[in-house]
């Protein structure tokens, strides 16, 4: 088993905090294992396993906890005179789960952790009931430094490597079956159809399932794109894809697709006023292999898909990230943190002097000091302009992080 360190570390940093830790992030992308690591650093540091409780509700074995009384039984019972970890894989199976896990903070001594593949998890009526007593810890699919690991390649013949990467995504399952086309696809295949099945169609009871499906093929084939429900419906409708359809079902399904983490929505803000803009946000899909399986394994070194690569690779960094306006400039991503403001551009390459001159053009006209930087697969172009950093994508993914 590959540790995920960076993900290890923030449970580590929250273990015996009063704190419920939640980790939360797409089907399949590492939390069940994740647990697993955390459990197995328990036991190395001296805790006794009958103090540690984990359950994965996605096993037959659990299938008689149906609700939260059960569930309290369930661990009432495991419950003895000295600390309880308390492990909950998938809890969102459990009929208002969250009730049981507000009474387990009353009642016993006990370290809370639980995973879930949809933000109802952190749903109104959770943060409600435990309102400043969780930490969200957002896990997503392997970074490309990461896929190197789990793959053990080595750093040579980087961009063969990083198009396989783009080709078939970061879910970690993928490096245990390389070189298996047919298994990749198969296995792709049935987590897309597990994401929009259980988390979306049945959550949801949706009815009308081709529309969903019609939906999640135009933002996919639309990454990077600036995207609304009105463009969606009109698209829809001019090419009569499917009947007739309305703007709020589409905001509906929309919100329901972002729940099920299998796509981000990045707002827009108006760089100099640092507000948000209400309209024509753009949606980036939570694994590139994903994207492919929908829409077939072409053009998969275009812009817009380096530009999904990069928007994951800053929210894994910490970051909070926008779309950027300046006049009439947009500036591709907007990325903050606590301690610093960053702006990109995203280009397949800019050796083209028009191309690179309209990237440089949205940075220049932000007028401030933060860092401005060109993301390219151009590997001999690494001036900078004017305080305009100029990188290769592969090599600042493979950076330490900033």
């Known amino acids: 088993m590959i540790i995920r360190e960076k993900y290890l570390k923030k449970m580590i940093d929250a273990k015996d905090t009063d704190f419920i830790k939640v980790i939360t992030g797409v089907r399949r992308s590492g939390k069940s294992t994740l647990l697993l690591m955390f459990r197995d650093y328990l036991l190395a540091k001296g805790v006794k396993e009958e103090n540690i409780v984990h359950i994965n509700f996605e096993s037959a074995k659990y299938d008689d906890i149906k609700d939260y009384k059960d569930l309290y039984k369930y661990i009432e019972d495991k419950v003895k005179d000295e600390k309880i970890y308390l492990l909950l894989d998938e809890i969102q199976s459990v009929s208002s789960w969250e009730k049981a896990i507000n009474s387990f903070k009353v009642d016993f ?12 998890l952190l749903s109104s009526e959770l943060s409600t009931l435990l309102s400043g007593r969780y930490i969200e810890i957002k896990m997503y699919p392997l970074s490309f430094k990461e896929f190197l690991v789990f793959n053990n390649y080595d750093e040579n013949n980087l961009e063969e490597k990083f198009n396989e990467y783009l080709k078939y ?3 970690p399952a993928i490096t245990l079956i390389k070189g ?3 298994l990749i696809l198969s296995y792709l295949n049935d987590i897309y159809n597990t994401i929009v099945k259980k988390d979306i169609i049945d959550r949801n009871n949706i009815k009308d399932v081709a529309l969903l499906e019609n939906i999640i093929k135009y933002l996919f084939n639309n990454v990077g794109s600036p995207i609304s429900s009105n463009k969606i419906s009109d698209y829809l409708n001019s090419n009569k894809v499917v009947q007739k359809s309305n703007h709020q079902t589409i905001d509906n399904y929309l919100n329901m697709l972002e729940k099920s983490y299998i796509i981000y929505k990045a707002d827009r803000t108006d760089v100099k006023s640092k507000s948000l803009l209400k309209t024509l946000g753009k949606y980036y899909v939570s694994d590139s292999g994903i994207r492919n399986i929908i829409l077939g394994f072409r053009n998969i070194n275009e812009g817009h898909l ?4 990069v928007y994951l690779e800053l929210l894994r960094r910490g970051y909070r990230v926008n779309i950027g306006k300046i006049g009439d400039y947009e500036v ?3 990325a903050e943190n606590p301690h610093t403001i960053r702006y990109y551009q995203v280009a397949q390459s800019i050796s083209d002097e028009d191309v690179r ?3 440089i053009r949205s940075l220049e006209n932000i007028p401030d000091n933060y860092e ?4 390219s697969m151009d590997k001999s172009i690494n001036n900078d302009y004017n305080g305009i950093k100029v990188r290769n994508i592969i090599s600042w993914l493979l950076d330490s992080e900033e």
């Not at 401005?372 to 993301?375: F, S, V």
């Open 109 to 120: 001594n006990m370290d809370i952790y639980i995973t879930g593949s949809n933000a109802y």
């Open 169 to 171: 995504g970061g879910l």
């Open 180 to 182: 298996n086309d047919e």
């Open 306 to 309: 380096l530009e999904n690569i």
């Open 332 to 334: 591709d991503f907007v």
């Open 357 to 359: 001159a309209r990237e």
């Open 372 to 375: 401005k930087i060109i993301l």
